[in-house]
T-cell receptor, first 116, second 114 residues
Framework: AQSVAQPEDQVNVAEGNPLTVKCTYS??????LFWYVQYPNRGLQFLLK??????LVKGSYGFEAEFNKSQTSFHLKKPSALVSDSALYFC??????????????FGAGTQVVVTP | EAQVTQNPRYLITVTGKKLTVTCSQN?????MSWYRQDPGLGLRQIYY???????DKGDVPEGYKVSRKEKRNFPLILESPSPNQTSLYFC?????????????FGPGTRLTVL
């Protein structure tokens, strides 16, 4: 069974500083990893995904994520945070096995607060 | 506009009174799924559907039912709601189940069961 951990409930960062949101995962087979963002009173929006290939994945709004197989991590990063990046961020994993194709496991979420 | 719609957006009901939350997508997506969001627990998958007439349990299916009679609709049914089903519910869809496409989420339904 797959699982996802986001070790930080909240990340505080000043505008213009680098932003990192951590995610670690556990799967039996190959991991398929996603990041989603939820702005206040809104549904979730897709940011980026890792399926295979280059370990550094680039996504929407200037975000990127680095897949590290040895550390089973998929941390989300942004070189220079904006106040508008303040939101709730979710990491998610799918396990590509026959009996779990449809299952998607989300982490508990990390609240990002960017101060001016 | 490509979207996932949910109705109602807000619902207050009482224990035991059957209710249905509708979900519809206009993107011809094969895969649809229901989640509930609770503070500190993130999103937990309730049921998902790989295609018409194909549904399966997620992590928290107890107390819920679903059906997928047509591609665009995936209603969530609570036959006898209880207070522990008070939550924020999201419907999502993606192009195919047997691939790794991102999911598109609806705006959410906030349910309160008294």
């Amino acid at each position: 069974a797959q699982s996802v951990a986001q070790p930080e409930d909240q990340v505080n960062v000043a505008e213009g500083n680098p932003l990192t949101v951590k995610c670690t995962y556990s799967v039996s087979g190959n991991p398929y990893l996603f990041w989603y963002v939820q702005y206040p009173n809104r549904g979730l929006q897709f940011l980026l995904k890792y399926i295979t290939g280059d370990n550094l994945v680039k996504g929407s709004y200037g975000f990127e994520a680095e897949f590290n197989k040895s550390q089973t991590s998929f941390h989300l990063k942004k070189p220079s945070a904006l106040v508008s990046d303040s939101a709730l961020y979710f990491c998610a994993v799918r396990e590509g096995t026959t009996d779990s194709w449809g299952k998607l496991q989300f982490g508990a979420g990390t609240q990002v607060v960017v101060t001016p | 506009e490509a979207q996932v719609t949910q109705n109602p957006r807000y619902l207050i009901t009482v224990t035991g009174k059957k209710l249905t939350v509708t979900c519809s997508q206009n993107m011809n997506h094969e895969y649809m799924s229901w989640y509930r969001q609770d503070p500190g627990l993130g999103l937990r998958q309730i049921y998902y559907s790989m295609n018409v007439e194909v549904t399966d349990k997620g992590d928290v299916p107890e107390g819920y039912k679903v059906s997928r009679k047509e591609k665009r609709n995936f209603p969530l049914i609570l036959e006898s709601p209880s207070p522990n089903q008070t939550s924020l519910y999201f419907c999502a869809s993606s192009l195919g189940g047997y691939d790794y496409n991102e999911q598109f989420f609806g705006p959410g339904t906030r349910l309160t069961v008294l």
